[in-house]
């Protein structure tokens, strides 16, 4: 069956385990409701709205739908867009973009070929999102290589909204402290600490795409004691309040 070199489709997907994906085309993700989560080569990012996910094809991810989540998606054959520059790149979707997502879900999967106006319309959101790839969004933690690191971001994660310690998550994991410590720095290049606190923003991050839960709350809820540490830590991060980030899904 031929196909088009270039199509559009729009899906919802329930809450549900992290599963395998590859395909064959290059693939540009986009949640339109909801939040994903991405990893690959040892790295998870977040996907909220008004973000894109641009996948090379043939490269294998894992993703996770934490809650409910509608994309949109765009794939590319790997003779009509060129290579991108990463396996894996997560980045903020100007509104040119979006408006070319947008009219490009005209043309999904079909033998019929392309129209000359579908052409320039999916060359063009190739061009800008290529081009918005070459920033990518710095939300993005270390998924770890080794099963003891993996075990100790999992245990990590499992308690962001309560007291974690370090010490207790070694013991755990049967390491020392200071073994774990100098895994951390080896597989992440980040200590324990930081690490924290940027899964702390990850669930930030997927709290404010799951709706409309008060930013104080969410803040409490991910483990901040005070609601100015998590705005200055969120701005840090994101160059937005959490606020802002939340208008922007918009």
């Not at 000359?116 to 933690?141: D, K, N």
């Not at 013991?171 to 895994?183: H, I, M, W, Y």
Request: charged residues 20%.
């Amino acid at each position: 069956m031929v196909t088009r070199p270039a199509y559009s489709f729009v899906r919802s997907f329930a809450a549900g385990p992290t599963r395998d994906l590859q395909v064959e085309r290059h693939y540009l993700l986009c949640a339109s409701a909801g939040a994903l989560r991405l990893e690959a080569e040892g790295r998870t990012w977040v996907l909220p709205p008004a973000r894109a996910a641009l996948i090379r094809a043939g490269r294998p991810i894992r993703v996770g739908v934490p809650r409910p989540v509608t994309t949109a998606s765009v794939l590319f054959d790997t003779g009509f867009a060129p290579v991108p520059p990463s396996s894996l790149t997560v980045f903020d979707l100007s509104p040119l973009a979006r408006g070319l997502v947008a009219e490009c879900g005209q043309w999904g999967e079909s033998e019929e070929p392309l129209t000359p106006y579908a052409v320039a319309l999916f060359t063009a959101l190739a061009a800008v999102a290529w081009r918005l790839a070459e920033q990518p969004s710095p939300v993005v933690v270390p998924s770890g290589r080794t099963p003891e690191l993996r075990s100790a971001l999992r245990l990590t994660e499992e308690r962001l909204g309560g007291p974690v310690r370090f010490e207790d998550i070694a013991n755990e994991v049967g390491l020392a402290p200071r073994s774990l410590a100098r895994r951390f720095a080896d597989e992440t290049g980040m200590t324990w600490r930081a690490v924290l606190r940027r899964l702390r923003l990850l669930r930030a991050i997927e709290e404010l795409a799951a709706g409309d839960e008060p930013v104080t709350r969410i803040a409490f809820a991910v483990g901040y004691s005070s609601l100015s540490a998590f705005n200055a830590a969120f701005l840090e991060l994101t160059g937005r309040t959490p606020t802002d980030y939340r208008a922007s899904f918009t």
